[in-house]
């Protein structure tokens, strides 16, 4: 069995899903947000959302990550403030020393309906029907949750360990 978490990031919520992976089963372990102030400054924001990763990963001691990649966004300022937060989403993980993979939001949203456009409700209705007893607590948990499920299906693709250094050539 292996512990995985799945982040989806935000600069105002940063949505986390932990769960538990044994070959084909999927249990839902824990799921949440962690939030920065919208009134404090960008670097105080950031450290909040560090801050609250650093301490979910350390209560729930998941083995591997996976995060949404980030979409570029019309307004370049929010692109921006979005990909600083997942740089948070990235480093949280990574210095507590997980191997932390990425999707593209197509891919995990393939990954949970088996639809690469699927709607929000659809994804929110799909973790609910993979992981029984999981009430996910927000849209962004629900986002992390699927994240983590794209990463149960996907992580020993050939292509993440290459990624992750593990394949010897």
Known sequence: MIRLIGIDPGLRNTGWGIIDCDGNHLAYVADGAVHSKSKDPLATRLS????????????????????????????AVSTLKLGQARGIA???????????????????????????????????????????????????????????ICHAHHRTAPALKLAAGEATL
């Open 48 to 75: 909040q959302l560090y801050d609250g990763l650093a301490d979910v990963i350390a209560r729930y001691a998941p083995a591997e990550a996976a995060i949404e990649e980030t979409f570029v966004n019309v307004n």
């Open 90 to 148: 990235l480093l949280a993980p990574a210095r507590a020393g997980l191997v932390v993979a990425e999707y593209p939001p197509n891919v995990v949203k393939k990954s949970v309906v088996g639809a690469g456009h699927a709607a929000k409700q659809q994804v929110q209705m799909m973790v609910a029907t993979i992981l029984p007893g999981c009430l996910a607590s927000s849209a962004d948990a629900a986002d992390a949750l699927a994240i983590a």
